[in-house]
């Protein structure tokens, strides 16, 4: 599943888009929209969706989460790509002056004016497309952002100190903190040397803060690599080159050289060095 630095990367191409013009869809309005399968709109029918979003433009583009937000001159669009949605910004027109097919798996299309179109492309059809008049309907119940400077160390250490759960699950909770995901809370847990079933009310302060430096700097790292392309649908990052654990196991650790070990926790995948991550 996309984490952070992955939806932030399409963010960030979706605005370095906007930047170079030519497909921009900021202040663009919306034609029309393709719903090719019901099941994609979260609080919708097709029929209804249609005639919301048409005749909207987009104000701006950002990240909430693993939620990307298009404010709309008059409603929110939330997409969240959950497996294996992608999205795709293109010209819908080619130099022929022929328009382009839809590709396999496109389950909606936004179609702006000027011949550009947006479409969500979701295989696995887990990925889900909210319109709402008060984004705060789903958006409300998010954790604070990791990246935000609001949250310092004192903050991370009171909210994790009010539970006596396992540091991974509590981690990859969208409720506790936003945008954390299986790959992602595997390095950071690693780098601050923290064993995934260590139970988060057990942190000393120096560990908290140690823990909030480590997820801070996996996803930032995560960002400037373009996130981890290592899933057949997401690709164009390189992060998974720079895995120190996930995906690793039985490879030795590159700190102390123990084999890398798989184990489960909260029913996931999860890869640790039982040296240097000690419960």
């Known amino acids: 599943m ?13 605005i370095g888009i906007h930047k170079s013009a030519a497909l921009s869809i900021i202040d663009r309005d919306i034609q029309d929209a393709l719903v090719l399968w019901e099941g994609t709109l979260a609080n919708q029918l097709p029929d209804d969706f249609i005639a919301l979003v048409k005749h909207q433009s987009v104000r701006s583009v950002r990240r909430r989460g693993k939620f990307l937000v298009f404010t709309l001159s008059k409603d929110t669009l939330l997409i969240h790509l ?7 910004l293109e010209s819908a027109i080619d130099q022929a ?62 909210l994790h100190q009010q539970y006596k759960r396992q540091l991974k699950p509590l981690l990859m909770d969208q409720h506790f903190i936003a945008g954390m995901g299986n790959i992602y809370t595997d390095e950071a847990l690693y780098r601050a040397k923290l064993h995934p079933l260590r139970h988060s009310n057990t ?40 895995f120190n654990v996930y995906g ?25 060095c039982p040296h240097c991550q000690c419960v």
């Open 203 to 242: 942190l000393t302060k120096e560990q908290s803060a140690c823990l909030l430096d480590s997820l801070r700097s996996v996803l930032k790292e995560g960002v400037h690599r373009n996130g981890a392309s290592i899933d057949w649908v997401y690709r164009g990052g390189d992060f998974q080159n720079h």
């Open 2 to 14: 996309p984490e952070l630095p992955e939806v932030e990367t399409i963010v960030r191409k979706l």
């Open 97 to 158: 002056g022929e328009e382009i097919p839809l590709r396999k798996h496109d389950r909606l299309v936004l179609i702006f004016t000027g011949g550009i179109r947006l479409a969500f492309n979701n295989p696995r059809k887990f990925g889900r497309v909210w319109l709402l008049s008060d984004p705060n309907e789903i958006l409300g119940g998010l954790g604070p952002e990791p990246l935000d400077e609001a949250l310092d160390a004192d903050r991370f250490y009171g």
């Open 82 to 88: 959950r497996m294996s949605g992608d999205l795709r």
């Open 248 to 272: 690793r196991a039985g490879d030795p650790c590159p700190t102390c050289g123990t084999l890398i070990e798989r184990l489960v926790v909260g029913q996931r995948g999860t890869h640790i």
